[in-house]
């Protein structure tokens, strides 16, 4: 109740700090451009775009190996070998790439948090494969944080423990109520963009690579839950289904995949740009 009657009484104050907002979120709220046609398309560099940085999580790794299918091929090896590939793709493009581990290590997951958020990203692509009893599935999806998850919760924890670089001058610098109401902007522009990206890369995917594009989905997995930047987790197929597993084997496959997230990136900053020049 007090936070409603603060959002309610005090939101005028916090104009001054509107245009910061995209900056401290990742990126604007803006419909995605629909993706070229062709399966041999080269993605164009999205440096000089909205997309300077991207912190990349390749998930489990050290002694936790993820799940295994049956011929033995673990994930933390399949998601490391993605993460890279996604990196030279990306580096080639200008674009700066922060790894939560580059070999096989274990991170927990809050140190990959902690990563992510100190790394003054743009976004964060968290890398899986996925597995299920039913061996028949299979195919590959997105999540997203959840709206489900506790937003005014993470919002109160954000303002109590992370920095907003706020003008002094500003009211809102001086109360942790206020701050609290930015941080809940923040999660919630982060999540549309979150969406946004996911239907992006999906759109890629089930363009320009032979997958089965499931869909994008909301979870409340720890790592997007902790994100303060627009944050996804790709599930690139199932080692649970032999014959996913055997594509997941393939190195071929496995650039496929990546050049087609980082095309699906690569349509999403195009959005973005083209959505500030109608604002100049």
């Not at 990306?90 to 096989?104: H, K």
């Not at 919630?188 to 997958?211: F, G, K, N, Q, V």
Request: proline letters at 4%; glycine letters at 6%; charged letters at 25%.
């Amino acid at each position: 109740m007090e936070e409603t009657i603060l959002k309610r009484n005090f939101l005028y104050l916090l104009v001054p700090c509107a245009l910061c907002l995209a900056a401290l979120s990742g990126c604007a709220t803006v419909p995605v451009e629909q993706g070229r046609p062709g399966t041999g398309y080269k993605p164009s560099s999205i440096c000089y775009l909205n997309i300077k940085k991207v912190v990349i999580d390749a998930g489990h790794g050290g002694y936790d190996p993820g799940a295994i299918g049956r011929t033995g091929l673990k994930e933390k090896d399949v998601n490391l070998d993605l993460a890279k590939k996604l990196r030279r793709l990306l580096e080639d493009q200008g674009v700066q790439v922060v790894m939560t581990r580059s070999s096989d290590e274990y991170v927990p997951l809050s140190k990959r948090v902690e990563i992510a958020n100190k790394s003054h990203a743009d976004l964060f692509i968290s890398m899986h494969a996925n597995a299920n009893r039913t061996r028949s599935l299979n195919g590959f999806e997105i999540y997203y944080v959840s709206p489900s998850a506790n937003d005014p919760k993470r919002a109160m924890n954000a303002a109590h423990n992370i920095a907003l670089n706020l003008n002094p001058d500003y009211f809102a610098a001086r109360s942790t109520n206020l701050k609290a109401i930015l941080w809940d902007m923040i999660y919630t522009d982060s999540r549309a963009e979150s969406i946004r990206l996911a239907r992006s890369i999906c759109r890629s995917i089930d363009r320009d690579s032979s997958a089965r594009v499931i869909g994008v989905k909301g979870a409340n997995f720890y790592v997007l839950r902790g994100a303060t930047i627009p944050a996804i987790l790709v599930e690139i197929g199932f080692l649970s289904n032999a014959a996913e597993e055997r594509l997941l084997r393939s190195n071929s496959y496995r650039q496929q995949i990546a050049v087609a997230i980082v095309d699906g990136l690569n349509q999403y900053a195009k959005s973005l740009a083209m959505s500030e020049e109608v604002r100049k």
